[in-house]
C-alpha cells in the first residue's frame, strides 16, 4: 500500500467537511464539519511528517489541536450568546450582514 | 482747490448716532430719540458754518475738499475716499439736515408710542448720513456708496412696520426696483472707468470734451437709468406709492424732500455728461415730462391722503427732471424747484401725518372733511403748502415751477412747444388734485364717524410744520431774488448763452396762473359744491378706474416682466431638475443600482459566503493542477 | 541512504477497514437529522483518525486526539448541543437556491483535482519514516523539538489558549439589568397578569391522576391535560406520555352529603 493513500483518505474527509459547513444549517453541526476539516488537515501533516521522517509536522499538528480547542471554545460560547438572544441554533437566522 | 477738515463731521455725526443707538440696544431708549435729534441739528449747525465760510471766500474758491483716506490703488486706478462740498452740495446739505432735524423734532412726537422709536431713529440718522455721503462724495463710486445707503436706509424704513406682511412687500419692491437703478449707475461707473480712465467727478468732467459721443451717451443714459430708479421716475415708478407703507416722517424725509430727489442731484452733478451727450439729454427731458403727466394722473384718483401725496410728489420731481433735462438753462430751476418742494412736499406730508395723527391712523380721504376746525394749525401749515405747490405767487412753488415752464418753452424748435405745453397741462392737473385733497380733508362736509375724535397734533409736531411753512412762503421769494441760486450755482454749469425767447415771462406766468385757476375750479365745483361719496364710487368711467390702479403700472410690470421673469425661473428650475439634477442623480442612481445589483451576491447567509470560499479554493486548485500539468 | 519505509501488512489491512468506514461515517454526518448522532459519527471519525496516528507512529499525537478531541472537544460540543436543544433537528431542504448543486460541484472539483493533484505529485524521493526520528521515542522527540526550535509558539499558544478561555467567559456572560425578581414579586406579578388561570403556579406534574410522573402531564379541573405541565424538552424529544391511559374508568361523580 502506497503511503498515499493516507493523503487521499486525508483529502476526502477535508472536502467532506467543507460540504458540511456549506449545507448544514444547524451552527454546531457547522462547527463539527470544521472540527473534521481540520482532524483532515492534521492528518495529511501526521503523514507527510512520516514521509519527511522528521518530528515537525506532528508538532504543527499539535499547535492545530490548541488552535482548534481554543476555537471551539469561543465559537461555541458565541453560538450560545446568539442562541440566547434569539431562540435559535440557525446560522441562517444570524443573517443581518445583509441589511 | 481748498481742503477743508472739517467736512467729516457733517457725516460722522448722524453717522456716530445711527452706530451707538443699533449698538446700544434697548439701553438707549429712553434717550436715544433725543440724541439723534441733537446729531442730526448740529450736522445741521456744520452745514450752516461751511455755508457761512463759503459765502466769506471768493467764487472761485469756494469748493472745497477732504480727503478721508485713499480707498482703492491698484496701478494706475486711484479712488480716493474724499468728500467735496461745492455750491451744488451746500444746498442738499442744508436740506437733509435741516429738513432732517424738524423731521427729527416731529418724529419724537409721532413715533412716540411705538416700541421701537429708537430704532425708528437709528435708521434716520443713517439716512441723513448716506444721504450726506451721497452729496458729498466727490466721485461717482463715493457717491455709490451713499447711493446705495439711502436705499438700504430707505428700505429699513419702508418695512419699520414689517410685521404687517404688506408693508413688508412693499419695502421688497422698493429695494428691488432700486436695484435696477443701482445696476444703470454701477454700468455707469464701469464704463466711465473702462473708457474715460477714472471716476471722479473732475476727471469725467475733463474727458467729457475729448471723449466719444458715444460713449458719453452711454453714460448718460445708464445715469438716467440709476437717476429714473432712485426718484421713481417712468418707467420705475411703481415703487414710490407702495413706499407710503413707512411712517409718515419717512415718507417726508425720504420720499418726498430727500432721497427720491437724488436722481435730480445726479443728472445736475453730471451735466459735463449730459451737455456732451444730447440723445441722453433728450430721453431725460422725455422721462421727466412722461414722469410729471403720470405722477398728475394718478394723483387726480387717488383717496389715499399719503398716495396722493405720492403720486405728486413723482410729478413734482418728474419737473425737476424735465428741467435738468433742458441743460445749463435749466439745471438751476430744477435745484431751485427741488429745494422749494423739499420745503412745502415735507410740509404737506407733515400735515397728513398730523392729520393721520388725529383720526386714528385714517388715510382715505373719502372718510375725511371739515377737519380746518379740528385742526387749525394743521389746515394753515399744509395750506400754506398747497399754495406753494400749485404755484400761487408769491408760494414757493411759483417761482420755481414757472421758470421750469418758461424754460421748456424757451428751450427751442418744436419740442419747446410740446414740453412746454405738457408742463402747462401738469400745472393745471396739479393744481385739480391738490385742491381736491384740500377740499376732501379739510373743507368739505364731515364723513367720519362719530368714534372718531379729531384733535389738533402737539406742539413738538407742529412747529416743524410751521417752520415748513414759513420755508413754503418765503423759499421761492429769496431764491429767486436777483437769481440768487442760479448765480449761486453759475461757476459750476458752462453755460451755452441764451436761447430764443419763445414766449415772454408775463405771457407763461399769466399762462400759468390761468390753467391753475381752471384747475382749481374745476376742482372746486366738483367736490366743494357738490357732495362727495364716503366710499369711492365703483361706476366710474374706465379713465378713472385705470387712474386708481396707477395707471396699470403693476399690471404693466406683472404683465411684462413678473409672468415671463416666473415662466424663465419655472423653465430653468425645470431645466436644473432634470438636465443638471438629473445627471447628478444619474451619476449616483448608476452607483445605487449597480450597488443593488451587486448586494445580491450579498445574501447575508454565512452559508453563500462558505460556499463562495469553496468555489474559490476549487478554483485555486484547479488553477494548480492546470500549472502543474 | 537511510532505510526506506514499507508499510507493512497489518497497516494495510487496518487502513483499508477503517478508512472507508471514516468517510462513510463523515458522509453520514452530513446526511443525519439530528446534531447529537453528528456529533457520534465525528466522534467516530476522530477516533479513526487517531489509530490512524498511532499506526503512523505518532503515538502521542493519538493519545491526544482521543484525550482532547474526542473526549473534552467532543464532550464541549454534546454539552452545548444539550444547552441549546437537543431537539434542534435540522430539516435538510435546502433555503437558499442552487447553493446545494454548486457546493457539492465545487467539491466534488475541489476533491476530485486534489486527489489527482496528490497522485502525481513527487517528493523526489522515497518516504522515510520515522524509525530515526523516534528513537529516543515519540513523546520525548516531540518534547525535544517543543521546547527548543517551537517554544516561541508553544508559547503563544499557551497565551491563545488563555485568552480564549477568557473570552469565553466573557461572551456567556449575562449582565442582569434589573435585580433577579424575588418570589414575592413573581406572585404578584401572576396575579397583575391579564388571567388569573396561572395565579396559582403551574400544576405539578401527574395531578390529579393516577400517574405522577415527570413524563405524564397534569390534568387540569375540567380533566384535560395540562401541556404547561410538561417539560419541553420531553415534549421535543415525544417523550410524553398520553395522560389518558391513566384515566380512572369511572369515577363517583355522585355529591352525597355528609351526614
Known sequence: MSINNYLYLSAILFTIGAVGVVVRRNAIVVFMCVELMLNAANLTLVTFSRINGTLDGQVVAFFTMVVAACEVVVGLAIIVTIYRSRRSASIDDASLLKR | ?629 | ?259
Open chain 3, 1 to 259: 541512504m537511510q532505510s526506506l519505509l514499507t508499510i507493512q501488512g497489518p497497516e494495510t489491512a487496518l487502513f483499508w477497514f477503517l478508512a472507508p468506514l471514516a468517510v462513510l461515517a463523515a458522509i453520514g454526518m452530513l446526511l443525519v437529522k439530528k446534531a447529537v448522532h453528528s456529533a457520534l459519527l465525528l466522534a467516530w471519525v476522530m477516533i479513526t483518525l487517531a489509530i490512524f496516528y498511532i499506526a503512523q507512529d505518532a503515538l502521542f499525537l493519538g493519545i491526544v486526539q482521543v484525550v482532547v478531541y474526542t473526549g473534552a472537544v467532543m464532550m464541549l460540543f454534546l454539552f452545548i448541543l444539550m444547552l441549546v436543544g437537543v431537539d434542534s433537528s435540522d430539516s435538510l431542504t435546502e433555503t437558499i437556491t442552487g447553493l446545494r448543486p454548486i457546493a457539492i460541484t465545487a467539491a466534488v472539483g475541489f476533491g476530485g483535482l486534489m486527489v489527482s493533484l496528490l497522485g502525481h505529485a513527487t517528493l523526489g524521493r522515497e518516504p522515510i519514516g520515522l524509525d530515526i526520528a523516534n528513537q529516543s521515542g515519540n513523546v520525548q522527540g516531540l518534547a525535544e523539538l517543543l521546547f527548543s526550535k517551537y517554544v516561541w509558539p508553544f508559547e503563544v499558544v499557551s497565551a491563545l489558549l488563555i485568552t480564549a478561555a477568557l473570552g469565553a467567559m466573557v461572551l456567556a456572560h449575562h449582565q442582569r439589568t434589573n435585580p433577579r425578581p424575588t418570589q414575592r414579586e413573581q406572585a404578584v406579578n401572576r396575579f397583575r397578569s391579564g388571567s388569573l388561570a396561572g395565579a396559582a403556579g403551574l400544576p405539578g406534574p401527574g395531578v390529579f391522576a393516577r400517574h405522577n410522573a415527570v413524563d405524564v402531564p397534569a390534568l387540569l379541573p375540567d380533566g384535560t391535560p395540562a401541556p404547561s405541565s410538561i417539560s419541553a424538552t420531553l415534549k421535543a424529544r415525544g417523550d410524553v406520555i398520553d395522560s389518558s391511559q391513566f384515566q380512572l374508568d369511572n369515577v363517583d361523580t355522585t355529591v352525597v352529603e355528609e351526614k
Open chain 2, 1 to 629: 482747490m481748498v481742503t477743508n477738515n472739517g467736512l467729516v463731521y457733517l457725516i460722522a455725526l448722524p453717522l456716530f448716532g445711527a452706530l451707538s443707538l443699533l449698538l446700544l440696544g434697548r439701553r438707549a431708549d429712553k434717550w436715544g430719540h433725543l440724541l439723534a435729534t441733537a446729531l442730526s441739528a448740529s450736522s445741521f449747525a456744520v452745514g450752516l458754518l461751511q455755508l457761512s465760510q463759503m459765502l466769506g471766500r471768493a467764487t472761485e474758491n469756494r469748493p472745497v475738499t477732504q480727503k478721508l483716506f485713499s480707498w482703492i490703488s491698484v496701478g494706475s486706478f486711484k479712488v480716493d475716499a474724499s468728500l467735496l462740498l461745492d455750491q451744488l452740495s451746500i444746498c442738499f446739505v442744508l436740506l437733509i439736515t435741516g429738513v432732517g432735524t424738524l423731521i427729527h423734532i416731529y418724529s419724537i412726537s409721532y413715533m412716540s408710542h411705538d416700541h421701537d422709536r429708537r430704532r425708528f431713529f437709528a435708521y434716520l440718522n443713517l439716512f441723513i448720513a448716506a444721504m450726506l455721503l451721497l452729496v458729498l462724495g466727490d466721485s461717482y463710486l463715493n457717491l455709490y456708496v451713499g447711493w446705495e445707503g439711502v436705499g438700504l436706509a430707505s428700505y429699513l424704513l419702508i418695512g419699520f412696520w414689517n410685521q404687517k406682511p404688506a408693508y413688508a412687500t412693499a419695502s421688497k419692491k422698493a429695494f428691488v426696483m432700486n436695484r435696477i437703478g443701482d445696476m444703470g449707475l454701477s454700468f455707469a461707473i464701469m464704463i466711465a472707468f473702462a473708457s474715460l480712465g477714472t471716476v471722479s467727478f473732475t476727471g469725467v468732467k475733463e474727458h467729457a470734451h475729448h471723449a466719444s459721443e458715444a460713449t458719453m451717451t452711454a453714460i448718460g443714459i445708464m445715469l438716467l437709468v440709476a437717476a429714473v430708479g432712485k426718484s421713481a421716475q417712468f418707467p420705475l415708478q411703481a415703487w414710490l406709492g407702495d413706499a407710503m407703507a413707512g411712517p409718515t416722517p419717512v415718507s417726508a424725509l425720504i420720499h418726498a424732500a430727500t432721497m427720491v430727489t437724488a436722481g435730480v442731484y445726479l443728472i445736475v452733478r453730471s451735466n459735463f455728461v449730459f451737455d456732451a451727450a444730447p440723445t441722453a439729454q433728450l430721453l431725460v427731458v422725455i422721462v421727466g415730462a412722461i414722469t410729471l403727466m403720470f405722477g398728475a394722473l394718478v394723483g387726480t384718483a387717488k383717496d389715499d391722503i399719503k398716495k396722493a401725496l405720492a403720486a405728486s410728489t413723482m410729478s413734482q420731481i418728474g419737473y425737476m427732471i424735465l428741467g435738468a433735462g433742458l441743460g445749463p438753462a435749466g439745471y438751476a430751476f430744477a435745484i431751485m424747484h427741488l429745494l422749494t418742494h423739499g420745503f412745502f412736499k415735507a410740509g404737506m406730508f407733515l400735515g397728513a401725518g398730523s392729520v393721520m395723527h388725529g383720526m386714528n391712523d385714517e388715510v382715505n380721504m373719502r372718510r375725511y372733511g371739515a377737519l380746518r376746525k379740528f385742526m387749525p394749525i394743521t389746515f394753515i401749515t399744509f395750506g400754506f403748502g398747497y399754495l406753494a405747490i400749485i404755484g400761487v405767487p408769491p408760494f414757493a412753488g411759483f417761482y420755481s415751477k414757472d421758470m421750469l415752464i418758461e424754460t421748456a418753452f424757451n428751450s427751442g424748435g418744436t419740442k419747446a412747444i410740446l414740453l412746454g405745453s405738457t408742463a402747462l397741462l401738469g400745472a393745471a392737473i396739479t393744481a385739480f388734485y391738490m385742491t381736491r385733497v384740500m377740499i376732501l380733508t379739510f373743507t368739505s362736509t364731515k364723513r367720519w364717524d362719530d368714534n372718531q375724535h379729531p384733535h389738533e397734533s402737539p406742539i413738538l409736531m407742529w412747529l416743524p410744520m410751521a417752520i415748513l411753512a414759513i420755508g413754503s412762503v418765503t423759499s421761492g421769494f429769496l431764491l429767486s431774488r436777483g437769481s440768487a441760486l442760479k448765480n449761486w450755482l453759475e461757476p459750476l454749469f458752462e453755460s451755452h448763452g441764451e436761447h430764443e425767447e419763445l414766449l415772454s415771462p408775463m405771457v407763461v406766468s399769466s399762462l400759468a396762473l390761468l390753467m391753475v385757476a381752471l384747475g382749481v375750479a374745476i376742482a372746486v365745483m366738483k367736490y366743494q359744491l357738490s357732495d362727495v361719496d364716503a366710499v369711492a364710487p365703483q361706476d366710474v368711467s374706465i379713465f378713472t378706474r385705470i387712474a386708481r390702479r396707477d395707471l396699470l403700472q403693476d399690471d404693466i410690470n406683472e404683465a411684462l416682466f413678473m409672468r415671463p421673469g416666473q415662466v424663465l425661473t419655472a423653465a430653468l428650475v425645470k431645466v436644473d431638475e432634470s438636465v443638471v439634477d438629473g445627471a447628478v442623480r444619474g451619476i449616483g442612481q448608476m452607483a445605487i443600482s449597480s450597488g443593488s445589483t451587486l448586494r445580491r451576491t450579498q445574501t447575508g447567509f454565512v452559508r453563500s459566503y462558505a460556499m463562495l470560499i469553496l468555489v474559490g479554493a476549487a478554483v485555486l486548485i484547479a488553477a494548480i493542477w492546470v500549472v502543474t500539468q
